[in-house]
């Protein structure tokens, strides 16, 4: 398995692409080129190109070319590369590479308010397994040395 692909498996970041991404691994093994990457984004922002080249700063056309691999990913403007990555929740050295984590390792704050209703309810529910939930994310942490 390609490590871009443990990273996301195994890891600290499974449940958030799952919960991201749904049931699409499979695809992220055949995404070869940063093209291919960005293409993969794009499709799972669920959000147009005119959308998203509004939100990072281009246009439509631009993104759109690097989707086709017209522009090669190397000559994307760091800042413009990043603000693609932030949007889509995507890694740049993933976009780039194909190594390393697929999803970004910092939560959007939706994902934030989601998790924090998720434990709320856990909380009048099922407290126990809120410490349990805490004692995890606090592992992960330190195993990525945040």
Not at 74 to 100: C, E, M, P
Not at 120 to 127: D, F, G, I, L, Q
Request: some cysteine; glycine content about 6%.
């Amino acid at each position: 398995m390609p490590a871009s692909v443990s990273a996301i498996t195994d890891g600290p970041q499974a449940a958030l692409l799952a919960a991201r991404y749904g049931p699409v691994v499979d695809q992220i093994r055949d995404l070869d080129t940063p093209a291919d990457r960005i293409a993969f984004a794009i499709e799972r922002s669920e959000m147009t190109l005119e959308t998203l080249a509004a939100k990072i700063g281009c246009s439509h056309a631009a993104l759109s070319q690097w989707r086709s691999g017209k522009t090669d990913a190397s000559h994307i403007k760091a800042g413009l590369l990043q603000a693609f990555a932030d949007a889509t929740n995507t890694d740049v050295r993933w976009l780039l590479t194909g190594k390393g984590p697929v999803v970004s390792r910092y939560m959007l704050t939706a994902e934030m308010t989601r998790l924090g209703s998720a434990l709320a309810v856990m909380e009048r529910t099922a407290p126990s397994q809120v410490e349990t939930i805490v004692k995890m994310v606090e592992a992960a942490a330190k195993s990525t040395g945040n």
